[in-house]
């Protein structure tokens, strides 16, 4: 852990809660505002009407109409300041939270898991304690989306460039980066809300009859209004205003429909439409050096105007057309036709810019992934920018380590493999990092090849398909055995690289975890090393980990083969690991003490 980085988050969350406490107290002044504005109306309009002044009632009612909503517009204005500060806070916690390795209760990024991937299974890609939320600042529900996706697919060496070098520039942007963040803060959206708006954004206009609904919106209600005042103020027939009322009542009947759908579809949306407005916002006032930070920005100007206003432009239409669950929505759209206004400018704004609003969803989603890789390496900058290379089947690293392993427990590693067809058996006994060493190669790769720093003094790599088959297990529901299920694992593998089509693709590093471990010793030794001779001719390399010392002998018969393990030692019967890879096959083995610890009897 960098004390520095620390020690910075510490001092933010101070300073933020400082000023959370001064907008805390400003929001309650107003609110007791409000109380005794609302009250001191009531007293002085009562107290008026028994003076039957009514000039002076009407005065009164005109200042309250005027200044209630601009103090309610001012309440929450503040309180939109005190959420955001809030968030800042929390934000900052949270940096605290993965420096000292407590994920517990961030988002986990479950649903984003595929058993059947070549590797998040088991590198601990998305769950509990996993790498999705060690990285995770996403706030929206395509953010969240692409950062998934970036850590599932490696990116073209081109393309991890050009995330590299955004990142470093965004790296040292705290102030903002926190502050995008927070703005996301305000959605409370999930998938079904965002693709229900986009959805309804790509959708034909409502009113095909604009010209005639624009017309009965320029007459209806001033006929309407000038009926009702001339009806109160004059001797006129109340069917007058009685026979606008029903052609009104027509009008929106003819409407009803379109209006309730729209309604619908699109009331959820407005925190995130208030959130992306707000991101979009802040990036329009950002100044990037990088291209592709530039052209991302660039994304949010329309002909001239900015996107962040068009954006507001239709959060106010929606949050108007979610007025209609008010009465007093109803009253005055019978006489103001609001159903017909609110849709025409609806259809206006899909008419113009319905072709734009998914691509500023997309590339607020790119910052939010940046910008989370990004919070990653801010907090860790004792972690390395890896090299990536055009040639394949390389991979190089000195001090690797595990970036979910507590930096105070981790043990590092050198280790360096190239050329096509290499296979490196690791032997090993009982608990003595096997395991952990082959998901810290890939998860590194997975770290090198999305455009993040790595947990590595040096590392250097090819872009590289990881393909891990570690944690096969039975399925009481599908009747399939572990053995099995590593079987169908295995064959996943060999039709990945002996598709016709694999030449065209990447080169793929495999990690074989205890290989063939569901079945008796001489089918598994025959069986893995069948495996081995097998891999040793496809365009692949990587590790296959094992207790059958007899695969060691290989190196002597391929050329491709090489022998590496991890070992432990025994003192007064207690087994101490170093946890470090040694070149050879392992020669030290502790099953049988660690069963006698157990207290499983075991004969000498």
Known sequence: MNKQTYSTYEERIQEFKVKAKEYAEKHSKLSWMRILLFILFLITVVYFANAQ??????????????????????????????????????INEEEIARLNGKLKGMETGEKFLHLQHPYTGDLDVFGEHSLYQLINRTSTYKGKALLASWLMHPASREEVLSRQQAVQEMKEKLDWRQDFQAHGRVAKENEEDTDALLCWVEEPIALEKRSLYKLAMMIMPLITLAGIIMYFTSDISGYWPIAAIFMNGFILWSTAE??????????????????????????????????????LKANFLHEGVQASKEISKLEYILDNFNSRGNIFYHIFNIVFLLDVYWLLRADKWKSSLRGDISHWFDSISELETLNSIAGFSFSHPEYVIPDIVDEGYVFEADGLGHCLIDAKKRVNNDFSMQDKGKVCIITGSNMSGKSTF??????????????????????????????????????????????????????????????PQQSLQIPVMYMLDEILKGTNSQDRHNGAASLIKQLSKLPAFGFVSTHDLELGKMEKELSSVINYSFTSTIEQDEIYFDYKIHEGVCKSFNASKLMAKMGIAIEE
């Open 53 to 90: 002044s009514g000039s002076a009632v009407l005065l009164v009612s005109l200042i309250f109409i005027i200044a209630f909503p601009l103090l309610v517009r001012h309440h929450n204005q503040l309180k939109t300041k005190r959420f955001h500060i809030d968030s800042l806070v929390e």
């Open 258 to 295: 379109k209006a309730s759908l729209t309604h619908k579809k699109t009331f959820s949306s407005i925190s995130a439409l208030q959130a992306y407005r707000a991101m979009i916002q802040s990036v329009e006032e950002m100044d990037f050096q990088h291209k592709r930070l530039q052209n």
């Open 438 to 499: 082959l998901r810290t190669v890939g998860i590194n790769i997975v770290l090198a090849l999305m455009g993040a720093p790595v947990c590595a003094k040096k590392l250097k790599t090819s872009v590289i398909q990881v393909f891990t088959s570690m944690r096969t297990q039975d399925s009481l529901e599908e009747s399939v055995s572990s053995f099995y299920a590593e079987l169908k694992r295995l064959k996943q593998l060999l039709q990945m690289l002996e598709d």
